[in-house]
């Protein structure tokens, strides 16, 4: 008669999820969820790898900086299913951090030590962003400050991985250059709180809107001898 072997199991990635944008400096998680998809049972230990196109080039990296870019994964019944997480870190002090960024996730891998069905449908892949992170202080304060009538003020900002910036409140106009710079604006002749706004951008990817704000009380005025 007919001898019918049984068969394989079929590891795939059903599904996986990320933030759609994140700033720089921020953690993202990222995790894909692990399926079974034959009526197969597995006893056998796997393992899942994450892997990150750091470079936004169309290749992806091993994430040094990821703990445990490659998860355990336990044995999986027919039909069955598990959740492997994992979270990055993008450097706010390198710029090849800001971009889009594509990830790729691959049930039983690298070992590949399930014998499957299918041995070419472990991966799925996924997008993210990661938006440029803008830091705008006086003083070296990042605020509340409080200054006199007649100061000038100096403010200075740092922006890695922005192409532009846009300033807005009391200095909209202004030209901001990332990666840093700073400016003297006109003295204060006018008690009341002044606030200073800036978003910068990586092309078509927004950063985080920062915020400065300093207070001119009534009463007090600088004064420079010469």
Request: charged fraction near 10%; aromatic fraction near 6%; hydrophobic fraction near 30%.
């Amino acid at each position: 008669g007919y001898h019918c072997s049984p068969p394989n199991p079929d590891y795939t990635v059903s599904s996986v999820n990320s933030p759609a944008t994140i700033i720089a400096g921020q953690t993202v998680a990222l995790s894909g969820v692990v399926s079974n998809s034959l009526t197969a049972n597995s006893s056998t230990l796997t393992a899942t790898r994450l892997r990150i196109d750091l470079g936004n080039n169309g290749s992806y990296d091993a994430v040094t900086t990821v703990p445990n870019t490659t998860n355990p994964t336990s044995t999986l019944v027919a039909g069955g299913t598990e959740t492997e997480s994992w979270t990055w870190t993008p450097s706010t002090a390198n710029s090849a951090h800001v971009g889009t960024h594509g990830f790729e996730i691959c049930a039983d891998t690298p070992a590949n030590a399930l014998t499957e069905s299918d041995e070419a449908n472990n991966c799925r892949t996924g997008t993210f962003s990661v938006g440029p992170s803008v830091d705008i202080t006086m003083d070296g304060s990042s605020g509340p400050l409080t200054k006199n009538l007649g100061d000038i003020p100096t403010i200075a900002w740092t922006a890695m991985g922005a192409t532009n910036c846009t300033a807005g409140g009391d200095w909209t106009g202004q030209t901001v250059t990332p990666p840093t710079g700073s400016v003297n604006l006109p003295a204060y002749s006018v008690s009341r709180a002044y606030t200073y706004t800036v978003q910068c951008f990586a092309g078509a990817v927004a950063g985080n809107t920062d915020t400065l704000v300093v207070n001119v009380p009534a009463g007090t005025m600088s004064i420079t001898l010469s």
